[in-house]
């Protein structure tokens, strides 16, 4: 869900730039995301008439989803500071599962 967030910090998006965004994520995982995070006050929607086509939804981010900026930043931070150098390998341990949104 900090995908849609980072997206998010640029300016609001219609949902399918947001997938694109994202980019891997499926539109039924991606709706249920934005909706979890409209839940939680993270974003809002906003659903603009487009005029005799279909209506079209507006993301964007409340006040209390913009603070995640300094949070996103912290694990960006880290992520350079941890993750520059390759890993060792630990034939041992599954991989984790990775999903975009």
């Keep these: 869900m900090l995908h849609i967030v980072r997206a998010l910090l640029n300016g609001e998006k219609g949902f399918n730039e947001l997938a694109r965004a994202v980019g891997g994520c499926n539109s039924a995982t991606l709706t249920q ?3 979890h995070l409209e839940t ?24 209390a989803g913009l603070e995640l900026q300094s ?4 694990i960006d931070g880290w992520a350079k500071s941890h993750l520059a150098a390759p890993a ?6 599954p991989a ?6």
Excluded: M, N, Q
């Design 96 to 101: 984790a599962p990775t999903s975009p949104c």
């Design 33 to 35: 995301r934005l909706e």
């Design 71 to 74: 949070v996103i930043d912290a």
């Design 40 to 63: 939680l006050t993270l974003i809002t929607k906003r659903t603009e008439d487009s005029h005799g086509k279909l209506a079209r939804s507006v993301y964007s981010l409340t006040p």
């Design 88 to 93: 060792p390998t630990t034939p041992d341990l």
